[in-house]
């Protein structure tokens, strides 16, 4: 199984962009997905998960700023980001917790990082 994600860039203190996480492989199910960020220096933060089922929690920090979804069909979780600031600054992550590869086989997996720079 892998994680890719995408949708990074550059953007002005204001801006919006929408970030973008695809499992590919032998999935037959997903628990949470969610997403975190690690700016330098600094260790890798929360920023937002979703359940299977669509319940969502954020971190403080981007709460009504933020908005997570995901398709369980396509097996992607989406990351809308509004209102960015340059704390927002960092290379974010996504990650799927309890990605079940057969009946008996689940594990939680990384993506790479896709690089978030927000401008003053």
């Known amino acids: 199984v892998q994680l890719q994600a995408s949708g990074g860039g550059s953007v002005q203190a204001g801006g919006s962009l929408r970030l973008s996480c695809v499992a590919s492989g032998t999935i037959l199910s997903i628990d949470d997905m969610g997403w975190w960020r690690q700016a330098p220096g600094n260790q890798r933060e929360f920023v937002a998960k979703?359940?299977?089922?669509?319940?969502?929690r954020y971190a403080d920090s981007v709460k009504n700023r933020f908005i997570i979804s995901r398709d369980n069909a396509k097996n992607s979780v989406y990351l809308e980001m509004n209102d960015l600031k340059p704390e927002d600054t960092a290379v974010y992550y996504c990650?799927?917790?309890?990605?079940?590869?057969?009946?008996?086989?689940?594990?939680?997996?990384w993506g790479q990082g896709t690089q978030v720079t927000v401008s003053s």
């Open positions: 979703i359940t299977s089922v669509g319940s969502a």
């Open positions: 990650g799927a917790d309890g990605v079940r590869e057969s009946i008996t086989n689940w594990r939680d997996y």
